[in-house]
């Protein structure tokens, strides 16, 4: 049964390289940037290792970045992560994320039953943007709180069978996240190749850890809803609340990614929480001084993060004008 359709609405598409943002794309292009003769070779990392390389800068995370972020917020880096040293980050994501499968993995997922009766609100979940294909941009992808959400609605507890577990997904702290192409230490644009900075992909991380938070379960309403429900974009502009499994809208007509699943209704969403690592990493950067390239692409990031969430000011949400972030599970399937 395919997963990756509904996956979009728990995943997180890089676009910064690829559509450029807003200014931000003319301070990149001025930077001084490895050209391609000067850059390691490309070879396609695996995806798993690259991340447990890029965990690994938590180590060594400056705390001025997250002191900095607390100083121009009402604490909002403290309220998420509860410290400023990397090991608080990597907690909010071992909490989160248990496990990750790389893309050769992905297409051996098997799930129990391996037929549902509600689906038709997953169709067309990943873009009705006509002249993008995402598939090459997407990083990373929470697979628990999809199949979580299969679940829910089919009042059913999903087990998944994955390198040799069985797991019955019960919650989206489950924790089980998938890699895309998008998750990636190089990018090539027009001939010249572009480092991503690990911190761009900490972000990615940290923004998928976010997807395995329930903080109010799928309603009766909500559930009657999605079985209704002709289309992911019917069921998801219907639903009262986003902010189980922090699922993903559509961004509207206008915005720079209009038409795909990649904004949030949900102050306090996926990508707020990734782009307030981002923030905390800007600052480091700017600390650390002589960085220019990543300065910019970091600062791009955030810009770009933040235009993902809709109808709220970042920086109202920051101030803890729309309440303070929910960090908790209360999503537990009891059922069946
Ligand atoms: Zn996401």
């Not at 900095?68 to 880096?77: C, E, F, L, P, R």
């Not at 909490?95 to 549902?116: D, G, M, V, Y």
């Not at 873009?127 to 941009?137: E, I, N, R």
């Not at 600062?299 to 309440?323: C, M, Q, W, Y």
């Amino acid at each position: 049964m395919p997963f990756e359709k509904l996956s979009f609405h728990f995943c997180l598409v890089i676009l910064i390289f690829a559509l450029g943002c807003n200014s931000n794309r003319n301070e990149l292009s001025e930077s001084p940037l490895p050209s391609p003769t000067q850059a390691p070779t490309l070879i396609e990392q695996d995806p798993r290792a690259l991340a447990a390389s890029d965990l690994r800068i938590l180590d060594t995370m400056d705390t001025r970045g997250p002191r900095w972020v607390d100083s121009v917020t009402k604490k909002a880096y403290s309220k998420v992560f509860g410290g400023h040293t990397g090991s608080y980050v990597l907690d909010f994501f071992k909490e989160r994320i248990k496990h990750s499968l790389s893309i050769p993995e992905l297409a051996h997922l098997q799930q129990r039953p391996p037929e549902l009766p509600f689906m038709k609100w997953e169709q067309d979940a990943e873009t009705d943007h006509k002249s993008l294909d995402v598939s090459d941009l997407l990083a990373a992808f929470n697979i628990g709180s999809a199949f979580y959400l299969r679940g829910a609605i089919n009042e059913a507890i999903v087990t998944l069978r994955f390198l040799n577990l069985e797991i019955p997904i019960t919650t989206p702290r489950v924790g089980i996240m998938g890699f895309g192409k998008g998750y990636r230490k190089f990018e090539m644009i027009g001939g010249q190749v572009y480092v991503i900075p690990p911190e761009i992909r900490v972000s990615i991380l940290v923004h998928e850890a976010r997807h395995s938070d329930c903080s109010t379960p799928y309603s009766i309403e909500d559930i009657q809803k999605a079985r209704k429900a002709e289309s992911a974009r019917q069921f998801i502009e219907e639903l009262e609340r986003t902010d189980c499994g922090y699922v993903h809208t559509f961004c509207p007509k206008g915005h720079a990614y209009e038409g795909i699943p990649a904004c949030d209704k949900e102050p306090w969403g996926a990508y707020m929480i990734g782009t307030i690592y981002a923030m905390a990493a800007t600052a480091n950067s700017i600390a650390k001084g002589g960085d220019e390239y990543k300065t910019a692409v970091l600062d791009a990031t955030v810009v770009d993060g933040f235009s993902r969430i809709l109808d709220k000011k970042p920086k109202e949400i920051l101030n803890g004008a729309h309440g303070d972030p929910i960090l908790t599970d209360t999503g537990t399937l009891k059922h069946q």
